[in-house]
């Protein structure tokens, strides 16, 4: 298991800093979070730091899937942040960029030319990635992982992880033989941050501290 902070696009202030420059703006009806633009740019540049720190050299490229449905959409906000990064840095121009595929909700069977849960072909060159939102059992990775197997012969799958509920899905993880479970977010340590910025009432970080002590997994 691998827990990292990298100072690239920081902690969770970088959370309240979309809330605040931008994310507050939205209408009433629409504040939800992935609604807003900037904290997909910064939460793909986070994801892409994390997946480059944590890609071994026998790696080749790094390719993410997203469980369907939020993760679909964090894989893809990572490889755009890696393309970014490329482009307006020639220093980084040797990096290896970042790909991403789409694992289905369903397999299709009625129509359409591919049956497999994960779209293209397998690649060799490429490592993939399961890419979710949180993690609280570990059920949809696992889940997800044997989707991926199904289409794939992958070997050694790392999962990347926006936040961690901290009720024991990680550790399962582990226990399930994922080798790289890279998280970048834990959930007390965001609780902590919003309270202590005043975003949030006092106490309500220790509530969600007892929330996830009532909730282990057994």
């Known amino acids: 298991m691998v827990y990292i902070k990298v100072s690239a696009f920081g902690g969770p202030w970088a959370i309240l800093s979309v809330y605040?420059?931008?994310?507050a703006e939205l209408p009433?009806?629409?504040k939800q979070l992935f609604l807003a633009p900037l904290l997909f740019w910064l939460i793909g540049h986070k994801l892409a730091a994390l997946v480059r720190a944590n890609t071994k050299e026998e790696d080749g490229q790094p390719c993410l899937i997203g469980i369907p449905t939020a993760g679909t959409t964090l894989a893809q906000a990572a490889s755009m942040a890696s393309y970014q990064?490329?482009?307006k840095s020639p220093q980084n121009a040797e990096e290896p960029l970042i790909s991403f595929r789409v694992m289905r909700e369903a397999l299709k069977t009625a129509h359409g030319t591919h049956s497999q849960w994960v779209d293209g072909d397998y690649d060799v060159?490429?490592?993939y990635w399961l890419v979710d939102?949180?993690?609280t059992s570990g059920q949809s990775i696992i889940q997800?992982?044997?989707?991926l197997h199904?289409?794939?012969p992958a070997k050694d799958t790392p999962c990347l992880i926006l936040v961690d509920r901290q009720q024991g899905g990680v550790e399962r993880l582990q226990k399930e033989g994922f080798s790289r479970v890279v998280v970048a977010y834990k959930l007390l340590e965001l609780a902590e941050t919003f309270e202590g910025l005043g975003y949030w009432p006092k106490g309500s970080a220790k509530k969600v501290e007892e929330e996830i002590q009532a909730h282990q997994l057994a």
């Open 20 to 23: 605040r420059r931008g994310f």
């Open 28 to 30: 009433a009806r629409n």
């Open 85 to 87: 990064r490329r482009v």
């Open 125 to 127: 060159r490429q490592t």
């Open 133 to 135: 939102n949180a993690v």
């Open 144 to 147: 997800g992982r044997k989707r």
């Open 150 to 152: 199904e289409s794939y």
